[in-house]
């Protein structure tokens, strides 16, 4: 009985190692293929090798940085690879957490780093005022498309405790486009207290509520504003 115990566990060691080797293996190629600029090749073999060993941290990056240029070269041909950017990315952190810092600098990922998922992949916690900040700066917030006109109002805030809201505008003398107010704002807890100067807009400060990816305005000043400029709709 011990013998035979021995001999099952002796294969069980083999074939994980074969198939680690195998796993290895596939995401090398698909490595050579990434660095030949044979993308849509390479997220192949990367998904070959993180199906065959899930617990194998590079094919899960590799296959998010593959996908995420892809993204970046032709937004609405491969926005179908969203969901598994994300899903891949919160694998990887899940396996290795030091990546998180890695995934903030790595230029493969630009075309998502500006994202909400993103940043709460990367370890930002909305509840915390610095990581609140930082996701408030680092995002382009935008209001609803209305077809093929460009989402309004654009709104942005900068670390020096600026912001700019961009309504897009098409009657007047002018070009269709955006029209800009300025202000400034502060941060208390999830709420986000603005300032606009032109009073035109705004006579007392104007209260948003940040809640989970979503910054609202209970008193209407402005339509809800997300991460989603929806550039694929028409």
């Known amino acids: 009985m011990m013998k035979k115990l021995l001999f099952v566990l002796l294969f069980i060691f083999i074939t994980l190692g074969i198939f680690a080797q195998n796993a290895i293996e596939l995401n090398t190629k698909g490595f050579q293929l990434y660095e030949q600029k044979k993308y849509e090749e390479a997220l192949t073999y990367f998904k070959k090798s993180f199906e ?98 460009p989402a309004s109002p654009m709104v942005k805030f900068s670390s020096d405790g600026r912001i700019e809201i961009g309504d897009f505008l098409i009657a007047g003398d002018g070009e269709p486009g955006y029209v800009y107010s300025y202000g400034t704002y502060r941060v208390e807890g999830t709420t986000i207290l603005i300032e606009i100067d032109d009073t035109d807009l705004a006579e007392n400060t104007i209260t948003a509520v940040f809640n989970d990816g979503i910054i609202t305005f209970p008193d209407g000043e402005l339509p809800p504003l997300s991460d989603n400029d929806d550039p694929c709709s028409a």
């Not at 609405?76 to 990887?92: N, P, S």
């Not at 810092?101 to 915390?128: C, E, H, W």
């Open 52 to 149: 065959l060993d899930p617990q194998y941290h590079y094919p899960h990056y590799n296959y998010a940085c593959t996908a995420a240029i892809l993204l970046a070269q032709d937004y609405c041909t491969y926005d179908y690879l969203i969901t598994e950017i994300y899903k891949h990315l919160e694998k990887t952190v899940q396996l290795k957490p030091q990546y998180k810092a890695k995934m903030m600098k790595d230029q493969d990922l630009k075309s998502v780093q500006d994202t909400y998922r993103f940043l709460k992949i990367a370890g930002f916690d909305p509840n915390k005022k610095a990581d609140l900040l930082v996701i408030l700066t680092t995002i382009t917030w935008y209001g609803p498309k209305p077809g093929a006109l």
